[in-house]
């Protein structure tokens, strides 16, 4: 790798890890997966996901990106021939690549659908919000059409971004894009304290109700640990190629997920006293709690269309800032083979994404009544890479850098003090593969 593909300072790696890491994930997925599993139960069990699971790996991840310092899929190959070891782990780069491209489909058509909503005016007099709410986004996702529409859009800004390069590109685009995405949500989350139901939010998220625990919430705290993380699949790993040698893993890491966590919380503390603050809503709608309950409520409140408009500013930003990580793997691996130039290669893999999202898309619609497996053309995307193939690379990541790579030098790089190495090696070693692998098994009795 050449030297001008180092970010330059501290801040860069952890603001673009970050982007990564703050998406779709923590302001659509986080606040209703907590709406339907429970609120403080499902809480507690994803910050201990995040703390055993969550830290180690990503650590891990950004460590093997760093010493590898290519692509996921060459750096994986590295490790293969600096240590010896089989063949087949060289599979782990590539699963990852393939599964950014298919997360990148379908996240691109959520975040499209939520860029439309930056438009969304819900007309002052509307005597039914509910129908129009409702109404508005059944007609939006039956139209095929409409949707391809925003997902191209979203998918050019996102290969537009990684096809001007990692410093220029990414690097720019995040040092601007992450303090303005930190900004609106502390201003949104400040208006919904005002405006909302603060208190019963607060109690909701965090007024532990251990009852509520049940094996189906901890596999969802699971999943969604890894994905709101970006770990599993080689996103961080190929930001940690690009990180400043000097630059102590065993620091920054802690800070980006603080930063992911808290993103999180701001938003569930955003959206629950909305939505709380009308009794005839409930926060556990499941996926439509963003598109279909929360314009109901913005539309009751003091200035609740611009605030709409704001809120889905602030979710598109922080879709653009982990889309782009979902491409560059694979993107970087291109160039660095010289098949193609980069912007060359981004466009090639960014009309996979683009074609594997219209399958996202027509599962709205046309393709409705299509079921493989018993799942539609989404739910099946979205079982595959969360539920299969991110844990997998997951475990992969912790067995290859607990058992495998060399333990001296790997605590000197990652400049642990030694309670901190006891704990990451343990988790490393232990605790995540049988935390995952007792989740794989319970697919298969469950
Ligand atoms: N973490 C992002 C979110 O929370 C999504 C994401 C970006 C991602 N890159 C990833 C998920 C890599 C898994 C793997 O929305």
């Known amino acids: 790798m050449n030297q001008n593909k180092i970010w330059q300072g501290n801040w860069t790696f952890i603001l673009a890890a970050a982007g990564s890491a703050v998406g779709l994930g923590n302001i659509w997925k986080f606040p209703y997966m907590a709406g339907t599993n429970g609120g403080s139960a499902f809480v507690l069990i994803y910050f201990l996901c995040i703390l055993l699971i969550g830290l180690p790996v990503m650590m891990a991840e950004t460590y093997l990106g760093r010493y590898g310092r290519k692509s996921p899929i060459n750096s994986i190959k590295k490790v293969v021939t600096d240590f010896n070891l089989s063949f087949y782990w060289k599979i782990l780069g590539w699963l990852g690549a393939i599964a950014g491209l298919m997360i990148l489909s379908y996240y691109s058509v959520f975040a499209g659908i939520a860029a439309a909503y930056i438009f969304n005016f819900m007309p002052s007099n509307e005597v039914d919000p509910v129908y129009y709410s409702l109404n508005y986004f059944s007609e939006f996702v039956g139209s095929p059409m409409k949707m391809i529409f925003w997902h191209t859009l979203f998918l050019g800004i996102t290969c537009f971004i990684v096809g001007k390069g990692v410093i220029d590109g990414i690097g720019k685009t995040i040092n601007f894009l992450m303090p303005t995405l930190f900004l609106l949500i502390i201003l949104l989350c400040i208006y919904s304290s005002f405006t909302g139901d603060f208190l019963r939010a607060f109690n909701f998220l965090f007024d532990a109700d251990f009852s509520k625990i049940s094996t189906s ?18 996103a961080i790993m190929a930001y940690g190629a690009y990180m400043p040698e000097d ?6 890491i802690p800070v980006i997920i603080i930063l992911d966590t808290s993103v999180a919380l701001f938003a569930g503390l955003t959206i629950f006293p909305i939505v709380f603050s009308n009794p005839i809503l409930s926060v556990s709608s499941g996926p439509g709690l963003l598109f279909e309950t929360l ?9 609740g269309s611009i605030f709409s408009s704001i809120f889905f500013i602030l979710i598109s930003i922080a879709a653009v800032s982990s889309s ?41 619609n046309i393709w409705k009544e299509i079921f493989i497996f018993g799942f539609d053309f989404l739910s099946l995307m979205d079982f595959l890479t969360n539920n299969i193939m991110l844990p997998f690379g997951g475990l992969a990541i912790c067995l290859l850098v607990g058992w495998v790579l060399e333990k001296e030098k790997m605590k000197k790089d990652l400049k642990m003090n030694s309670g901190f190495y006891n704990f990451f090696i343990i988790c490393l070693k232990y605790v995540a593969p049988i935390s995952i692998g007792t989740i794989f098994l319970s697919y298969f009795f469950s």
């Open 217 to 234: 919430v901890i596999i969802a705290a699971m999943g969604q640990a890894f994905f709101t993380l970006s770990i599993g699949m080689g």
């Open 247 to 252: 630059q102590p893993i065993a620091k920054t």
């Open 295 to 303: 314009p109901i409520a913005f539309s009751s409140l003091p200035y």
């Open 324 to 364: 782009v990580s979902l491409i560059e793997p694979f993107t970087a691996w291109v160039e660095e083979q010289q098949i193609f130039t980069r912007k060359l290669g981004v466009i090639i893999l960014g009309l996979f994404a683009w074609i594997l999202g219209l399958g996202s898309i027509f599962s709205f």
